[in-house]
């Protein structure tokens, strides 16, 4: 399948020979720059091409052009656009025949231009003499006169039919090109295969530089193994390349699909093997198991695509950190309602708006600040109503609008007769009235909630406004481990729908995921490898429901959703509380610190200087006591204690580390005494 290196030439010569008409064509890099997989980048597109690898050129389009100084080897590009014109630089050597000259000439019928030469000698043709020097002027280049082949010149400096004639192609002397002042632009000479290997001069410059070699630059576009989209490159890499389009007829071009590619393949397309080609990215934004084996080179059983209805779900403020769940519709297990918690009267007004008809218990006192307002109590039971705005009255004697929640208060007879609807209207009243609770204050609420239905987690996000705790009452037997019932709580945020590629192991078939195509960044290709089953005789699969999210995942998910929290009111200054009997106590018992003051007055009173370092009369030295002898006579009877001294062990009575009777006698008595 490789090509030799005796076929190997240039990219730039085998794209400048290229017919379009043939494409496309396969080629193998053999050597030059750019190999051993080193990546360039050209032209904002990066380009790898390693010795060996398989490209398949399937168009090219010119670029640009170059021109080469053959005397200074200067060079420079030139747009296509550019307005120049050229002359062309005479060849020196002569040609041999009309057949040769014209062979080699840029003569072609597409792009035809007059050529002039002329002869070193006398040309009889058809009884027609020319004599030496004659210019000749190429007319057409190859016609058929009597069957033979010939070509059309004009004499120069004749008029009429006799200025016109025939010359065989077999014609043999020795022709020079002629200048006639022939200009070409670099159109013409770029799409032109025969101007292409001449060389030229521009025409209002001067004959300093040498000779320009031109060559065109084409735009290449191919397909190579493992490429997304489609590499363009200049045909300008220097590279060696071998046509093997005869012998690379079986050859695949493995395309890397994303998962929102796969997402746009038909149905009847799965299942299907595929081969992941790059992992997803790290850190991934999920912390389930299966991410870890989504490495290059693990291959997949592609099951279906689909859209799935999954909710967003978090675990309740705790102790341990919290974690975040994205999961599916499709979850097994049973859940129930869970009282939730508000910590404000704000958040209280928030879950009214999602859901009317919230009823909560206080378990904590909490008292408004402002006059007017109502103050709770623990075991205070609410129906919250509505929020308005009403004025009220300042600490300072102010009126000033507040934003406040209605509630009712309801008594412990409310709860018994909470269903008989034939009390009268009067004693209702007395027993329930309502408070005003501005949206600052803060407490402890617990939701009232007296359902004890299990729900399914489709059923409940139908039935229930979100944000909605619940609490795992029957774990989903479908998985192995349902880590949703490890916890005491969990709260439902959002439902979205998430566009899913439903995948498992090639190894582990049965066990099944859902690859997010939005979230996870991976490439695949479809390989032709077969099922892991039986044809017809597929194994029942067990999807795994539930994904955890990492930390900042979660956050920008919440931000793509679109999800609003509810933001606290501004809270107003604390109240300063006085009571009567302090003000009196404070009267009644002064204190030191009652002269301290940041009045002006002591502000500017001065300090006294500091004493000096150096006194000129230094004060009088008090006279001592003199020193006399004691006038008390010790006791007679009454020994002076002394503390007992170990007496000095001998250098030589190392081995006596033990007392005997005797000795131990001894010293308790000489301890009673010194006591």
């Known amino acids: 399948m490789e090509g030799t290196e005796t076929d190997a030439v240039s990219m730039q010569t085998y794209i400048e020979s290229l017919d379009t008409k043939t494409l496309p064509r396969i ?31 399937i168009g090219a389009k010119l670029l640009s052009a170059t021109t080469e100084d053959i005397s200074s080897k200067e060079t420079s590009e030139l747009p296509l656009n550019y307005k120049g014109m050229f002359k062309m630089v005479l060849e020196d050597m002569p040609y041999s025949s009309v057949e040769e000259m014209v062979g080699l000439l840029p003569v072609d019928l597409e792009s035809f231009h007059p050529i ?35 070509v059309r010149c004009q004499i120069e400096g004749h008029q009429g039919p006799s200025s016109e004639i025939l010359i065989p192609l077999s014609c043999r002397g020795k022709f020079y090109e002629h200048d006639n002042g022939q200009a070409y632009t670099l159109e013409q000479i770029l799409t032109s295969p025969r101007l292409g290997t001449r060389y030229f001069r521009h025409i209002k410059t001067t004959n300093c530089g040498g000779p320009l070699k031109i060559t065109p630059i084409y735009q ?15 045909s300008s890499l220097e590279v060696d390349v071998v046509d093997v389009t005869e012998q690379s007829q079986s050859v695949k071009f493995v395309t890397p699909l994303s998962l929102a590619e796969v997402m746009a393949k038909p149905p009847e397309r799965f299942p299907a093997m595929a081969e992941v080609v790059e992992g997803p990215s790290v850190p991934s934004p999920f912390k389930s198991p299966w991410v870890e084996n989504l490495q290059k080179g693990q291959r997949l059983v592609l099951h279906s695509c689909c859209d799935s209805p999954m909710v967003l779900a978090s675990t309740l403020k705790s102790k341990k950190a919290q974690q975040n769940f994205l999961v599916s519709q499709n979850y097994g297990g049973r859940l129930r309602r869970r009282p939730r918690e508000f910590a404000a009267v704000y958040e209280l007004c928030g879950a009214l708006q999602r859901a009317p008809g919230l009823s909560v218990t206080v378990s904590r006192h909490c008292e408004a600040l402002e006059k007017g307002l109502d103050s709770l109590s623990a075991g205070d039971q609410l129906d919250i109503l509505r929020n308005q705005m009403v004025e009220v009255q300042g600490n300072e004697g102010e009126w000033q609008t507040v934003e406040v929640l209605v509630c009712r208060h309801l008594s412990e007879a409310d709860e018994d007769d909470e269903d008989d609807e034939d009390d009268e209207d009067d004693g209702e009243d007395e027993r329930k009235h309502e408070l005003l609770l501005p949206m600052y204050l803060e407490g402890q609420f617990v939701e009232r909630i007296k359902d004890k239905k299990k729900y399914s987690l489709a059923n409940l996000v139908k039935q229930f406004p979100l944000p909605l705790d ?20 969990l709260q439902l945020k959002e439902t979205v729908i998430e566009p899913v590629v439903l995948a498992s192991l ?21 390989t032709e490898d077969p099922l892991p089953w039986h044809k017809g ?23 793509q959703v679109g999800r609003a929290e509810v933001l606290p009111p ?7 509380m006085e009571s009567k009997t302090s003000h009196q106590r404070s009267e009644s018992l002064p204190t030191q610190l009652d002269q301290l003051t940041l009045s002006n007055e002591n502000k500017l009173k001065r300090s006294p200087p500091p004493p000096p370092m150096i006194l000129e009369d230094p004060p009088p030295v008090l006279q001592r006591k003199p020193i ?10 009454v020994q002076t204690p002394k503390r007992p001294s170990k007496k000095s062990k001998r250098e030589n009575d190392s081995d006596h580390d033990y007392e005997s009777p005797d000795e131990f006698i001894k010293n308790a008595a000489e301890s009673v005494m010194f006591y």
């Open 506 to 526: 090639a190894s582990k078939p049965d066990e099944c995921f859902e690859l997010p195509s939005r979230w996870l960044s991976m490439a695949l290709y479809f």
């Open 220 to 234: 290449v576009q191919a397909i190579m193994s493992m490429r997304k989209d489609v590499v363009t490159f200049p």
């Open 570 to 576: 501004p809270l107003p200054p604390k109240r300063v």
């Open 628 to 637: 006399s002898p004691a006038s008390t006579q010790p006791n007679m009877y």
């Open 116 to 150: 002039s030469f002329v002869s070193c000698h006398c040309l009889k043709v058809k009884g027609r003499v020319l004599e030496g020097g004659q210019v000749l002027t190429l007319m057409e280049p190859r016609t058929l006169v009597n069957g033979t082949p010939s």
């Open 470 to 489: 619940v609490k795992v009452a029957t774990k989903d037997t479908a998985v192995r481990c349902d880590p949703l019932s490890d916890h005491l709580g």
């Open 27 to 57: 080629l193998q890099v053999c050597s030059g720059v750019y190999f051993q997989g080193s990546v360039y980048e050209v032209s904002g597109s990066e380009v790898c091409l390693s010795t060996g690898d398989m490209v398949k050129i």
């Open 537 to 559: 005789q597929a194994p029942k699969m067990q999807c795994e429901t539930v994904t955890e999210l990492t930390e900042a995942f979660y956050h920008e998910f919440l931000s």
